[in-house]
């Protein structure tokens, strides 16, 4: 649960701690920048943690976000609904919208909660196979599409996973499929997931992305102040 600092940050705006590669922080930068919000960034290295970031949270994971007032959000999805009840300008949240005769947001939520276990367990166990040598990855790989036939059940009805626009679902799944699909690429790109492969390529080929995966150098007390999408 969110946390609470003694003194609000200086500067105005909000500060993630964030590892350009990880799924987690990827989606959290992603509502972040979708809020509009400018928001200062700081790049950390898993293997050499600034003592600022453990300072905050002891888990001393990413993503970490400082907000204005003071309070501490050490969870990805905590700190996406955070930024999107702040500035939810291309309605990500679809309030007010029903689906399927279930309200949106318990919909939304039991998606990402199948994303994050056991979508997530299983892509683990794919991804670094060889530390599971029970069985082989194509066995892990089977599990793990179980979700992804659910996801491309899911795009029948419209381009993206929950509306015909794009939503919070999306954006919180989709940095987990392309670690999926990069596992094996030859076999992703002719795997029976047409609907899947689409919905990747469009949401890995839009500017958001690209913005939110500029890549810094090691944020240390000395570096310059750099903005969440800002260019090199």
Request: proline residues 7%; negative net charge.
């Amino acid at each position: 649960m969110p946390k609470s600092m003694n003194e609000p940050l200086t500067n105005g705006h909000p500060l993630l701690y964030s590892f350009r590669r990880c799924p987690y922080a990827i989606r959290a930068r992603l509502a972040l920048y979708g809020s509009g919000m400018m928001v200062e960034l700081r790049e950390v290295v898993l293997r050499d943690k600034p003592i600022e970031l453990r300072e905050l949270s002891p888990k001393a994971t990413v993503p970490v976000l400082l907000t204005p007032e003071g309070q501490v959000i050490d969870e990805s999805l905590d700190i996406m609904l955070w930024a999107l009840q702040q500035s939810d300008p291309e309605g990500w949240l679809l309030q007010g919208i029903e689906l399927r005769g279930v309200e949106q947001h318990t919909a939304t939520m039991a998606l990402i909660d199948q994303n994050d276990g056991q979508f997530k367990h299983w892509l683990d166990h794919y991804k670094y196979a060889d530390r599971f040598p029970e069985h082989p990855a194509s066995y892990y790989r089977e599990q793990a599409e179980v979700f992804i036939t659910q996801l491309e059940k899911q795009l029948s009805d419209n381009s993206y996973l929950m509306a015909k626009k794009l939503s919070l679902a999306d954006v919180a799944i989709f940095p987990f499929v392309r670690q999926f699909a990069h596992v094996d690429k030859p076999w992703f790109d002719q795997a029976p997931y047409p609907k899947v492969q689409v919905w990747l390529t469009e949401l890995l080929r839009s500017s958001r992305f690209t913005d939110v995966m500029v890549k810094y150098p090691q944020w240390n007390e000395e570096s310059d102040v750099v903005f969440l999408g800002q260019k090199q």
